[in-house]
């Protein structure tokens, strides 16, 4: 059976989609840790990000890289924190989370954002990643 997030790529369930490439995907985590929190993705369902292939690995590193990037130029934030945790959904993804402070990635405090606030946020982070050159 597909992944909720193969299910998002493919179309199937709606999302707030920041970015995509032939092999990866990002959109905007509907239970954020912070406002602005993304996820990347491979198109590729692999339920590991260690078992990905080494260049399906490094392209993924690389869309998150272009992504985060883009990501701290749209959210008022210190840096753009990464986590890689892969328990919650059989799908390899990274988390990345605009923050201020090391509390900003606690993941055991999610929020709700107003879906009018998701979609400024992902209108806004979308349109800074399209501007990111590599």
Known sequence: MAS??????????????????????????INPVAPGHVLCVPKKEVSYIFDLEPEDYESLQMFARKVARGLGKAVPCTKVGVAVIGLEVPHAHIHLIPISKEGDMNFAHKLTLPEEEMKTLCEAISKAVAEVKD
């Open 4 to 29: 909720i997030f193969s299910r998002i790529i493919a179309g199937e369930i709606p999302c707030y989609k920041i970015a995509e490439d032939d092999n990866n995907f990002a959109f905007m985590d």
